[in-house]
């Protein structure tokens, strides 16, 4: 495990930012506003080795329905509250051995990164680790300019009062992870784009993924539905990278996302099939345009708001991470990951993660959600037909 913890640190001199720490800083005493900055002076990322857990094997946690309780104690910072973040590490790792394997969680502050910037920095973690007995340079470096749109100032001004702890008391929760095969993804995005996929003035190319988030709302939906004239959302991440004029450089180090919000009823979604959901997402996300984010920008810097989980979650779905981040090729040395799991950090009755899965083109889907709705989803026979049981493929 020291190989991993000096590996760790020469991963961080690529990436110094995750080695501080989140200060706040009052801007004047007449004014009522903090503001935020990173001290890179600081006591660094946090690295926890925690050895070998009794009798748990890989299996006991891929093989069981509902991810084990005990997996959320192998990420580190465990229970840090939000508010917290001026003062925990911008990064903790902590390296958990199992009876035969290892299991490697990570704890990041999104204030400082977003999972196409983590995922960057766990590559080339992996890779200056695979590499350390021959060198310690990596392939693709990141790039730590920061960018700001021409109209903000900085610092920007935060409400005092909205930093605070937020009160919201989180019900019971289950996590289960769906395991949906490329070939019943392909089969979900053609049946959607075969009545969905065009309009009278254009063709649209409603993708996998949109085909297969609708597919899990609408079950959802049918599996916790009481009122069937209550509004529910979808809450995407939009990476801002590819949509800027010019882009993002490759590389760069930060957090470029925002959420967008897809609303309708539960009679609208239960009314149509999946392909009119997948529709409805569509057609938000494809309004953001350069115009548009510059436009959340602007609004935003005008209005800085730290948005608080009570906010967002009722009756929602929130979807993060991405099946395009680079999972699978991070061999430390030895040899491929068998499997992804999230913590418990910003977990909510309604908490998507998406991973890419083990084989090519497929797709894990980490659902958060009461115990009720869980169960009531592994009944529903409509939903689980496009489920692969993972006991099937490790």
């Not at 600081?42 to 748990?56: K, Q, R, S, Y």
């Not at 766990?122 to 700001?148: A, G």
């Not at 800027?244 to 609208?268: M, S």
């Not at 991405?322 to 061999?331: I, L």
């Amino acid at each position: 495990m020291n190989r991993l913890k000096i590996s760790l640190s020469n991963t961080l001199n690529y990436f110094p930012v995750l080695a501080g720490r989140l200060v706040a800083s009052k801007n004047s005493d007449d004014d009522d506003t903090l503001s935020f900055f990173v001290d890179c002076s600081n006591e660094g990322a946090e690295f926890t080795h925690v050895t070998a857990v009794p009798d748990l094997n890989v299996a006991d946690i891929l093989e069981q329905t509902y991810v084990p309780k005990i997996v959320k104690y192998f990420f580190p910072l465990n229970g840090v509250r939000n508010y917290e973040g001026v003062s925990k590490p911008l990064l903790a790792v902590q390296v958990t051995e199992l009876v035969d394997g290892i299991f490697i969680g990570c704890t990041i502050n999104h204030c400082v990164a977003d999972g196409t910037s983590f995922w960057h920095f766990f590559n080339c973690w992996s890779e200056i680790t695979r590499n350390s007995n021959s060198k310690l340079i990596v392939n693709k470096p990141p790039v730590l300019d920061r960018w700001f749109p021409e109209f903000v100032a900085s610092p920007i001004h935060v409400q005092k009062h909205d930093v605070h702890e937020d009160e919201y008391d989180v019900p019971l929760l289950e996590e289960r992870v769906f395991h949906f095969s490329k070939e019943n993804i392909a089969h979900l995005k053609a049946k959607a784009n075969s009545k969905y996929g065009n309009d009278d003035q254009n063709i649209i190319c409603l993708s996998s993924l949109q085909a297969l988030l609708a597919h899990l709302w609408q079950s959802v939906i049918r599996c916790r539905c009481r009122n069937a004239d209550e509004n529910f959302s979808f809450k995407l991440l939009i990476g801002a990278r590819p949509r800027l004029q010019p882009h993002l450089p490759q590389g760069y180090f930060g957090n470029a996302v925002h959420f967008v919000n897809i609303t309708t009823t539960a009679r609208e979604i239960l009314e149509h099939d999946s392909g009119w959901a997948a529709l409805q997402m569509n057609k938000v996300v494809s309004t953001q345009t350069h115009e548009e984010v510059m436009n959340f920008y602007q609004s935003w810097v005008k209005n800085p708001k730290i948005v608080k989980k009570s906010e967002v979650v009722s009756n929602s779905l929130i979807a993060s991470s991405s099946p395009h981040f680079n999972v699978y090729d991070n061999d430390f040395g030895w040899g491929r990951p068998v499997a992804v799991r999230s913590g418990a950090g910003n977990k909510h009755d309604g908490k998507i993660t998406i991973f890419c899965g083990a084989e090519q083109a497929s797709i894990d889907i980490q659902a958060c959600l009461t115990p009720q709705t869980l169960h009531a989803m592994g009944h529903d026979t409509k939903f689980m037909a496009a489920v692969t049981k993972i006991h099937d493929i490790v």
